[in-house]
């Protein structure tokens, strides 16, 4: 049972990734800097930089 | 990221760095999901040999008012590293770069079998990390992975990463 559930939830992450590698390019860079932003309000330093887009 | 990609043209364009591909995090989030990464690899084929290979590319970015913060140049708010190609497959990867836009601003991007066979290379954990989401996410060429990793005698180590 928990066995069927996990091959569930990870074939569901598999296809999300999938989901997401299909992205046109220009909106996984969008991504990609709102992933620097949770980042760096974790991280709170100043090593790396969020970048500014366009 | 448009405008810095201008600027790298820019240098292309007035022969301070001969062909250019981007590599590393961002060639790899195209083709697979995004990832976090924090700069913009350019691996360029440089015009002339020597030393110090960088200097003339960041002296004009010095002119045009973007300076050096250690191995970086931001560039309109985008982190560059310039990387000079090391070994003979970096200027392979390079030489066959896809040509692609982005915001309609023409650049070229390491293909993916490439991107997996510099993981390999470089074989530090996230670089094995990365060329697993290649493997899985990626639209790969067999044959043309097959003939780079045995050009490049990364055999073992890619039946080691898939066992």
Redesign the interface.
Known sequence: MNDRIAKAIFKAKAERRQKLARLPFEEKIRIVVRLQRIAAAIRKDHKFRVWRLD | ???ALRVINELKKSGLIGAYAIGG??AA??????????DLDIFFIPQAEGLDMLSPVYEELKKRGYSPEKELV?I????VQFIPVYNVLVREAVETAKE?T??RVKTRIVRPEYLLAIALQTNRSKDRERAIQLL???KLDSKLLAGVLKEHGLGARYRKLKA
């Open positions: 990221m448009e405008k995090g961002i989030t195209y083709y697979i999901e995004p990832i976090l990464t924090y931001i309109e708010g985008i982190p692609s982005y915001q899985s996410q990626a």
